[in-house]
């Protein structure tokens, strides 16, 4: 199912130079210091956790933590912070996290061209689902975003600037496409991003100057129904829509990948931080 976003009459507005205002150098600091404020809450928050949980001497301490399972598992360092923050932590004196937990097989990725030693890879399915979509709309630029903290982190893009990349690389109101798909479960198309009316002015001319017409965002939904990111392809010219079969393709990708990834958090994500617990409690 898609929601397209059709023209609104009225609502265009030309792209300027100086769509960050009248002073685009300080805008641009100010992006840089939101990210950077950003990519540190989520990371803060969970060293405060365990600094609470293990009684630990410092949030340094528990930066050090989560500093090492990222390094040993390959895991994103924020991607921890967000599970510290957001699960249940261990029962008083545990030696385990996640008793009994399950031990499954990594799902298959249909359609996917992921070599079979990199199917346990995060960054190679994601890399392989973004270039999956993009050959599914015909199109060479498009980014992957995860829902953490509820906040869409950027992961992955190609063909898009540097004024785009900084702008979404967390997204957390309503004015965007990604955040509606988000909110509805569902994939949505935006014909006309010059004219669209969900988009703020801002979002909308950070998009036009990367040089994006129209643009579509695919849900990755676990099978629990939760939406855990989302796949955005951009396009040149507006749109008119899809096929049937081109969007029967990417719901079916979305599937896969959203179930690939509540997997992944379910196994490499707690394997991770079952050594981080393991590793905590000797520090006590």
Same mark, same amino acid.
């Given at each position: ?54 009684? #630990? ?7 050090? #933590? ?59 399915? #994601? ?6 979509? #993009? ?11 995860? !829902? ?30 990604? !955040?509606?798909? !988000? ?64 969007? !029967? ?36």
């Amino acid at each position: 199912m898609t929601n397209e976003i059709p023209r609104t009459a009225g609502s265009t507005s030309p792209l300027a130079p100086g769509y960050l205002g009248a002073d685009p150098a300080g805008q641009v600091e100010s992006l840089e210091l939101r990210n950077r404020r950003l990519a540190r809450a989520g990371v803060e928050s969970a060293q405060q956790v365990l600094v609470d949980r293990y009684r #630990l001497a410092s949030p340094a301490e528990g930066f050090e #933590l989560l500093r090492g399972a990222s390094q040993r598992f390959n895991i994103k360092l924020h991607t921890l912070a967000d599970l510290v923050v957001r699960i249940a932590g261990p029962d008083a004196d545990a030696t385990q996290w996640f008793p009994r937990r399950p031990r499954l097989p990594a799902p298959a990725l249909p359609g996917l061209r992921v070599p079979p030693e990199a199917r346990t890879s995060h960054g190679a399915v #994601l890399q392989a689902a973004l270039r999956r979509v #993009l050959h599914i709309t015909e199109t060479d630029m498009g980014n992957v975003q995860l !829902a953490e903290h509820r906040i869409l982190r950027l992961e992955k893009h190609t063909g898009l600037n540097r004024q785009f990349t900084d702008f979404f690389a967390f997204v957390q109101d309503s004015t965007t496409a990604c !955040a509606q798909a !988000a909110r509805q479960r569902q994939q949505v198309t935006v014909k006309e991003v010059e004219s669209a009316d969900i988009f703020d002015e801002d979002s909308r001319q950070a998009i036009l100057q990367t040089g994006s017409r129209a643009a579509h965002s695919l849900p990755l939904i676990s099978r629990a129904g939760r939406v855990i990111g989302l796949i955005s392809s951009h396009h040149e010219h507006p749109l008119s829509g899809f096929s049937g079969p081109q969007l !029967a393709a990417l719901s079916s990708t979305g599937a896969a990948v959203g179930g690939w990834l509540h997997w992944h958090r379910q196994t490499a994500v707690l394997d991770a931080l079952e050594h981080l617990h393991a590793t905590a409690r000797t520090m006590r």
